[in-house]
T-cell receptor
């Protein structure tokens, strides 16, 4: 069965520092991987995806993610964090059937000035 | 990307009653989804709603509790029936984009007392 894991409930970063939010996956077949962000009292916003191609994927708001097949990871990164990046981040994988997404448990990112 | 709206944005309901949540999209989409996000939790898929066919429910969710309608390609409803406090959650609809990503509505925050 497809699954993703986000090993950190919370990540704290100082503004201007690089940030990494971790995600590992377990799939049968080729993984279709996604990152979403949820701001307080808002719906989920799509950040980026990996379907095929380059292992480094660039997305919205300066975020990027690196697909690593050998480590079964898809970590979200940003070179310089902003206070406004503080939010809840979800990693997701496409399920085997249809278009359903299976989400990780989420990581709360806190960026302090 | 499509604009997705949900009504109501939030509601407080008595146990034993039912609430119907509406999801409207500004363009025609084939596949729509309904997710539940319980307090402090990740998202869980309730069902997939394709126009012209019965909704497909995930394990643990049944039609009697969460009936879904999909009368056309721009609209869907989810009803939460015979509510209990355990149904207090955020309910989100989403649609499938061109390249496997999903786009989410703003969510309906339901509190059952």
């Amino acid at each position: 069965a497809q699954s993703v894991a986000q090993p950190e409930d919370q990540v704290n970063v100082a503004e201007g520092n690089p940030l990494t939010v971790k995600c590992t996956y377990s799939v049968s077949g080729n993984p279709y991987l996604f990152w979403y962000v949820q701001y307080p009292n808002r719906g989920l916003q799509f950040l980026l995806k990996y379907i095929t191609g380059d292992n480094l994927v660039k997305g919205s708001y300066g975020f990027e993610a690196e697909f690593n097949k050998s480590q079964t990871s898809f970590h979200l990164k940003k070179p310089s964090a902003l206070v406004s990046d503080s939010a809840l981040y979800f990693c997701a994988v496409k399920g085997n059937q249809g278009g359903k997404l299976i989400f990780g448990q989420g990581t709360e990112l806190s960026v302090k000035p | 990307s499509a604009v997705i709206s949900q009504k109501p944005s939030r509601d407080i309901c008595q146990r034993g009653t039912s609430l119907t949540i509406q999801c409207q999209v500004d363009s025609q989409v084939t596949m729509m989804f309904w997710y539940r996000q319980q307090p402090g939790q990740s998202l869980t898929l309730i069902a997939t709603a394709n126009q012209g066919s019965e909704a497909t429910y995930e394990s643990g969710f049944v039609i009697d509790k969460f009936p879904i309608s999909r009368p056309n390609l721009t609209f869907s409803t989810l009803t939460v029936s015979n509510m209990s406090p355990e149904d207090s959650s955020i309910y989100l609809c989403s649609l499938l984009g061109d390249k496997y990503e999903q786009y989410f509505g703003p969510g309906t925050r339901l509190t059952v007392t």
